[in-house]
Structures are given as structure tokens and as C-alpha cells.
């Protein structure tokens, strides 16, 4: 067992915090899970933002355009629905594969360290990072053969996005994280 493993109430307590933020959301569930790296995860986002910090003087189409391309060409993601790995964060990083909602909880942090507005946003299964104007960065971070939002989209806080990380690891990962996951939800506030 790692011992840097976040415990069940100090996960619970910065979940259910009123600072909590999308990476530390990230993190927090795929240590509690599988191990992670805080610090390689935190570094590597970090890196990647660098690279956008002259777009917060760009338009919100081209700022747009430039968050697509860190998230496609420079961290190389792509969506996967069927990898349950695909939720964790670090795993996410190294092997290029990213459930939607992680993608776009990435490109929010992404976004964040350099300066931008943007919103991880849903409609009904799909996952969407908007930026002012409601920019939709299209194909990206939206389920697999999704160009444009079937809806209104729906702005989620890093609270609904830590429900929502935590439905999808308990759902499609194996037996153990589904008890896992229950037993998380019990001890979560409901916001």
C-alpha cells in the first residue's frame, strides 16, 4: 500500500471543501483508486499551461483553438468510453486515452492555470469544455463521434464533477471500485 494514498476522510473532507477545484478532484479519486503522482500530474499540467498563456489575449474562438490543440496535439488525448482506466487522471496523461469528462476536467485546469474562463459543461451523457461565448471546443472532450452538443449544455462545479468521476469509476471499473465508490457517496455531502 502507498503511503501517500489519500485516506477516506481526508478524501472526503477536501470533496466536500469549498475550495475544492477540477484537479485536485482528479487526483484525489484516481489516488484513492489506483495510486497516483500528485506531483508528476500537477507538474505536467502545469508545463502544458505554460504553452497558453499569451492566448488570454486572443479572441475566445482562437483561445478556443489554441486549449484543442494542448489538449489533442500536445497531450496527445483522446476519448475513450470503454477503458476504465480512462478515469484516472495519471493514467490518462501517459497513455493518451481519457474518458470525455476527463478530458474536458483538463482542459478546465489547463484553461485556469493560464489565465482563461472556461466551463466543463454536459448534456444528457456528453462531456463539453466551453469558453466565453460559449465557444464549444468541438470533438474534444466529448464522446467519441460527437461534433456539437445534442442540447443545452449544463455548467458542472469540480463538486458535480467528483460525483459525477466517482458514478463513472464505481460503474465501469471492476467489482472492488464499485464498493469502493458506494462507500464514498454515503460519506460525500450532497450539494
Do not use: K, N
Not at 3 to 8: I, N, Q, S
Not at 26 to 54: K, Y
Not at 138 to 145: K, N, R
Not at 164 to 190: K, Q, V
Amino acid at each position: 500500500m502507498r503511503t501517500d494514498r489519500v485516506h477516506d476522510a481526508m478524501l472526503e473532507r477536501l470533496l466536500g471543501g469549498p475550495d475544492l477545484a477540477a484537479d485536485d478532484a482528479l487526483i484525489a479519486l484516481a489516488d484513492r483508486f489506483a495510486g497516483c503522482d500528485r506531483a508528476a500530474v500537477l507538474a505536467r499540467l502545469d508545463d502544458v499551461a505554460r504553452g497558453l498563456f499569451d492566448a488570454v489575449a486572443l479572441p475566445p474562438r482562437a483561445q478556443a483553438d489554441r486549449l484543442a490543440s494542448a489538449l489533442r496535439d500536445t497531450l496527445g488525448l483522446r476519448p475513450v468510453t470503454h477503458d476504465h482506466r480512462a478515469l484516472l487522471v495519471d493514467h490518462a496523461l501517459a497513455t493518451h486515452r481519457a474518458h470525455p469528462l476527463v478530458i474536458a476536467a483538463v482542459g478546465h485546469e489547463l484553461a485556469r492555470r493560464a489565465g482563461l474562463t472556461a466551463r466543463i459543461c454536459r448534456v444528457q451523457t456528453d462531456w463539453w469544455l466551453t469558453l466565453p461565448g460559449d465557444e464549444v471546443l468541438t470533438a474534444l472532450g466529448c464522446s467519441p463521434g460527437t461534433t456539437r452538443p445534442c442540447g443545452p449544455l449544463t455548467a458542472i462545479c469540480p463538486h458535480q464533477l467528483a460525483y459525477a468521476l466517482l458514478a463513472h469509476l464505481g460503474h465501469d471499473g471492476p467489482p472492488a471500485w464499485h464498493e469502493l465508490a458506494s462507500s464514498l457517496f454515503d460519506r460525500l455531502p450532497t450539494h
